[in-house]
């Protein structure tokens, strides 16, 4: 097995304790479809379609929401357990971390600050100039080609993608793993999720402490509670 020199996290459900940053702000107004959902997973809507069906529906509700508001949506949402550690014992090895998340970046630069990742990318929204949302969100991150930020990475250190290791919960984070590289399934968002995963042939990680995953990334090592 090759030496680990990166490893690259998805945020909601797997460093953050929160299924989904667009469901928070969903939470908020009382809203969501689950129909623009299934289009989406069925890839009937684009990234950028599906983020302007949410934020149509944030605003039917709300026409002016400001950035402090969407930014408030996130009070309370904790770290997974046993993510501060493990992010912390990687950077101590000189392992590079990075976030890679379809999220919503408000929500994902606080996840990057509180662990000291050394980069994250994520998704977000236009403002008017006095910080109102505008109608359409900002794609850096396409949910199912997460695998073009994993190939920037490995052009950026000039490492092997052998020595990357990707950690999602949901299918589409499998696009993460480029060819050559690794893949672990953190604690599966869905049935779906869980047998994409076993299809794909990658470990498959149970329960919601991210320490699980050392002995995948460090055969016969254990990090400790």
């Known amino acids: 097995m090759s030496v680990v020199k990166a490893v690259a996290f998805d945020c909601d459900g797997v460093l953050a304790d929160a299924g989904s940053s667009w ?4 939470s908020h107004f009382g809203t969501g479809d689950p129909s623009l959902l299934q289009a989406f997973l069925n890839k009937e809507l684009t990234d950028v379609e599906f983020m302007r069906e949410d934020i149509r529906l944030w605003k ?5 929401i400001h950035r402090d508001e969407l930014f408030r949506c996130y009070s309370g949402i904790r770290l997974m357990d046993g993510a501060r550690e493990v992010v ?7 392992i590079h971390v990075v976030i890679i998340s ?4 408000l929500f994902v630069s606080t996840i ?8 994250w990318a994520a998704n977000g929204f236009e403002y008017d100039g006095e910080g109102y949302l505008l109608d359409e969100g900002i794609c850096r991150v396409s949910a199912w080609n997460k695998g073009e930020m994993v190939s920037k990475l490995h052009r950026i250190l000039g490492i092997h993608p052998s020595e990357i290791v990707s950690v999602g919960d949901n299918s589409m984070d499998l696009s993460m793993q480029i060819e050559g590289s690794r893949f672990i399934g953190f604690n599966p968002a869905r049935d779906e999720a869980h047998a994409a995963f076993e ?5 498959v990680v149970l329960g919601t402490d991210l ?5 995948n990334l460090f055969p016969g090592e254990t990090l400790g509670a």
């Open 23 to 26: 469901a928070v702000i969903h």
């Open 60 to 64: 039917d509700v709300q026409p002016r």
């Open 88 to 94: 912390s014992e990687l950077k101590e090895r000189g």
């Open 102 to 105: 379809a999220g919503v970046d």
């Open 112 to 119: 990057a600050r509180m662990l000291k990742v050394d980069d």
């Open 199 to 203: 299809h794909a042939g990658v470990p």
């Open 211 to 215: 320490r699980a995953i050392w002995p």
